[in-house]
Every structure is written in C-alpha cells, then in structure tokens.
C-alpha cells in the first residue's frame, strides 16, 4: 500500500478564514513533507517532519501552520492567506532517504 | 546555481522514438536519486530510483554518474501514454534527507 491521503481535494477561501489541510499515511514512514505547488513549476519545499518532529521549515510565512499530531497525520492550519497562495498544495511521506510518495494534493484558491 | 538543472524542453517526439533526458546537480554530498513523473494537474509518482551500476525498469533506463553530477534517464519506444513532466529529484543530505525537485523536462509523444 504505497498511498498518501490528502484532505480536501479542492478548498476555496476567503481572506479571513480559518482551514487545515489534512494528510495521512499508514506506511510507517518517518518523514512527511508538505510542498507548494505553483502551475508549471515543480514542487517547493515548505515543512518537513521526522519522527514527529519539524525538522525544516523553509522560511514560510506564519500564515501556514504545520502540525503533526502522529506519525500517521500531518496538518497544514491555514489563517490570513493571500490569493498569491493560491496552490497545489502537496504533502508527502517517506523511509529516510528512498524516494517519497505523494498524495493527490489540495487544490487551493484564495479568493 | 540552483540545487538541481533540467531543460524544460518541450521534448516533441514520435511515437517509438528513443528520448533522453539529463539532470545536474551542484551538492556533491547528495544521497539519493529519483525520476519523477507528474501528468498534468496530478501529484508527482515516483518513477525510479537512480542508482550508480544504472538500473532499468521496461522502457525506462536511468543513470547516475557521481563524478559528474549527471543522472540520466532514457525512455525506449516511446508511447502516447508517456506524454508527461519527468522531475529529477534530489535527496538533499544532511539531517533530514529533502527531496529537492528539478523544474522538470516536458515530454509530448504525437502519433
């Protein structure tokens, strides 16, 4: 079972609202990524967590919250966005250093 | 420099034909290696793993030369069906291990 499950597929919010994004994996990966995806550009590091805790956060805005309750779920807390973060917003998981998989992504739209 | 280069083509080729693409990348210290495929508007799958002795799966074979800095991948009899973006990717050492994306080379296969 190489899957990664992302929670919801497409999310249209306003300035001023609150969401989470929801990621989950049953494959005992220790790592679990989420990256920013703009239209033909390839895919941009945000968070990285190992072993439940974040490693790397590659100076996102504080707008973006990442969380990871357990080493199966990974959130992604969204307040205050911009519609220049207007996305596809894919999280990831894997062993340490194998190739990741990832999930089918939330489309997100800022409005 | 960035991390990792690709030419983001278009490859426009026929069916049956022979494709390759290459990919650099500036960290010596570098772990791993992987060909990624993302068809438009879906999540990047992992392709292959790239490894030194060179490796092949089917149509596809890939190549890593170390003191180069050069991965390789090479796609035999070529099929409508691989019309896609090909992402070399590149497990960032140290600590944690990253996943860090080329641009991605676009391939289109005509009849």
């Known amino acids: 079972d190489t899957e990664v499950t992302q929670t919801p597929k497409h999310l249209v919010m306003g300035m001023t609202n609150k969401k989470s994004l929801k990621c989950e994996q049953h494959m005992g990966h220790r790592a679990m990524y989420w990256y920013k995806q703009k239209a033909k550009k390839p895919p941009e590091l945000m968070f990285v967590y190992s072993y439940e805790k974040l490693s790397i956060n590659e100076s996102v805005p504080s707008r973006f919250s990442p969380e990871c309750p357990n080493s199966s779920l990974l959130n992604l807390h969204l307040h205050a966005l911009q519609p220049e973060d207007s996305a596809l917003y894919l999280c990831a998981s894997s062993h340490p250093d194998r190739g990741a998989f990832f999930g089918q992504g939330t489309r997100l739209t800022v409005v | 420099r960035k991390e990792v280069e690709q030419d983001p083509g278009p490859f426009n080729v026929p069916e049956g034909a022979t494709v390759a693409f290459n990919c650099t990348y500036s960290?010596?210290?570098?772990?791993?290696f992987f060909w990624y495929r993302q068809d438009c508007r879906k999540e990047p799958k992992l392709l292959m793993s790239?490894?030194?002795s060179g490796n092949e799966d089917g149509r596809f074979t890939a190549q890593l030369n170390r003191a180069s800095q050069y991965i390789s991948l090479l796609i035999r009899d070529s099929k409508l069906s691989d019309s896609a973006t090909y992402l070399c990717?590149?497990?960032?050492?140290?600590?944690?291990?990253?996943?860090?994306f080329g641009r991605g080379t676009s391939l289109i296969v005509h009849p």
């Open positions: 960290n010596s210290a570098s772990q791993s």
């Open positions: 790239v490894y030194s």
């Open positions: 990717v590149v497990n960032r050492a140290g600590g944690s291990y990253i996943p860090t």
